[in-house]
């Protein structure tokens, strides 16, 4: 079943008929949650909605700490990471300006301007804020992001020079009922992936950050796919799900783009980079590397790392011991659990003594 996906530079959004097999594979419950606990003080928003929605998230994640619980669950079979929950509802530094996350990022981005490569970071919104009508908390739902001292931290990068991606409010608008993350495992879907990919590649193609070269049509196709997620197996739950899978191909061979090291774009990052891209992850040709490659019609060099976009993936430069030599753009992609955990965030020199 194929040619159900757009291209690029057409209509980004997929299809109804996909939403609308989603749909089946999904029970969403829409009823209306009653009132929560009295909100506690949140320094990034004044709205009382989101102070309760933050006071009883983080409950729910010392809860599931205090039981040793990893995995926090939700309604309709939905599971999520307990420590995501935490991670949202946690205190933002006295000044982000002044953190190890943003001295971390600020240096990278320094060090590849050095040698001429521009860096575009790009933020992966928790699957709790996305999918937030799915946790089952008494609080209801509030307008708007859930996550403003994030937006805080992206407003003071930029302010620095980092070209910044973020993805909440363009995934926010696709919300329906086509799920935008697995209902067992922690990652995006497939389709949320290419919606990803297209972001980027617009932002880079705008940008003009790459060399013009002869453009492959990569083929853009679907499948459908069983997976019993890492929060189901986590939690010992036998509960599996079914997904769609946007799965591109090589119009030469009919097999999934190959990666390319000779590639002038650098794509780094945690397992969001591997996920339905590596068969460890559940597929292969159906992940951010293949849909990125598709969006751009050319190869790229991912570098992914599990558990790991903050430090291993930097240190993974630094050990090719090439100074990115031909590359002329580093699409950095991570959770945005680590941007909450100082301990994760130091300085690498990528490049070397030489620098």
């Avoid at 420590?83 to 990278?108: I, K, N, Y």
Wanted: some cysteine.
């Amino acid at each position: 079943m194929h040619s159900a996906w757009q291209n690029h530079a057409a209509d980004t959004e997929i299809t109804e008929a996909m939403l609308q097999l989603n749909a089946l594979l999904l029970l969403v419950s829409h009823s209306p949650l009653p009132q929560g606990p009295a909100p506690s003080a949140d320094p990034c928003s004044p709205d009382p909605a989101l102070r309760a929605w933050h006071a009883e998230a983080a409950e729910r994640a010392r809860t599931a700490r205090a039981e040793e619980r990893a995995v926090e669950p939700g309604d309709d079979g939905w599971l999520f990471l307990a420590s995501e929950l935490g991670s949202m509802a946690s205190p933002p530094p006295a000044d982000w300006s002044a953190s190890p996350v943003f001295e971390a990022v600020l240096d990278f981005h320094t060090q590849l301007a050095s040698v001429g490569v521009r860096l575009l970071f790009v933020p992966v919104p928790a699957k709790a804020a996305l999918e937030a009508r799915h946790l089952g908390l008494d609080a209801p739902v509030p307008e708007g992001r859930l996550d403003p001292c994030l937006r805080q931290l992206y407003d003071a990068l930029e302010a620095r020079g980092v070209e910044l991606l973020d993805l909440a409010p363009d995934f926010a608008a696709a919300r329906g009922d086509a799920p935008l993350y697995c209902r067992t495992d922690t990652h995006w879907t497939s389709a949320t992936s290419l919606r990803a990919a297209r972001a980027i590649a617009t932002r880079i193609e705008e940008r003009g950050w790459l060399t013009q070269s002869a453009r492959v049509d990569y083929v853009l196709g679907e499948s459908v796919l069983e997976l019993r997620g890492d929060l189901a197996r986590r939690s010992g739950s036998a509960q599996s799900e079914r997904i769609l899978l946007a799965t591109v191909s090589d119009p030469r061979s009919g097999a999934p783009p190959a990666p390319e090291r000779t590639s002038p774009l650098l794509l780094l990052g945690d397992s969001h980079v591997l996920v339905f891209h590596d068969p460890a992850l559940f597929a292969r040709g159906a992940g951010l590397p293949d849909h990125l490659t598709q969006a751009l019609g050319r190869p790229v060099d991912p570098i992914g790392i599990r558990g790991s976009g903050a430090g291993a993936t930097r240190a993974a430069v630094a050990r090719r011991r090439d100074r990115l030599a031909g590359k002329q753009v580093v699409v950095w992609v991570l959770s945005v659990r680590e941007l909450t955990d100082p301990g994760l965030w130091r300085k690498i020199d990528v490049l070397g003594s030489a620098r």
